[in-house]
């Protein structure tokens, strides 16, 4: 079983930055992908950013430019650096991990941009 953890939400003014970080832990496979997803209320979960384990990386157009998603493939963790947030980013970021066999998401933070 596989557990994500997330941090780094909160509360930020528009035009503001957040960091929000994620740590896989549990029975690991050697080679996985990760990424960033939100749910605003009433909207259905999307796609912010993912990476593979090769370090390909794709990011929707609604974040492109102001996001970026990083990993340190020997910390096991991946990043999600937000600058110049909108109060349209505000929404619950939720982690994933996708084997190919599995996929497996955290408990979500919360990301509130607001004035």
């Known amino acids: 079983q596989v557990q994500l953890a997330e941090s780094g939400g909160g509360l930020v003014q528009p035009g503001g930055s957040l960091r929000l970080s994620c740590v896989p832990s549990g029975r690991l496979f050697s080679y996985y992908n990760m990424g960033w997803y939100r749910q605003a209320p009433g909207e259905e979960r999307e796609l912010v950013a993912t990476?593979?384990?090769?370090?390909?990386?794709n990011y929707s157009d609604s974040v492109k430019g102001r996001f970026t998603i990083s990993r340190d493939m020997a910390k096991n963790m991946v990043y999600l650096q937000m600058n110049s947030l909108k109060p349209e980013d505000t929404a619950v970021y939720y982690c994933?991990?996708?084997?190919?066999?599995?996929?497996?998401w955290g408990q979500g933070t919360q990301v509130t941009v607001s004035s």
């Open positions: 990476i593979t384990g090769g370090g390909s990386i």
């Open positions: 994933n991990l996708n084997s190919g066999l599995m996929t497996y």
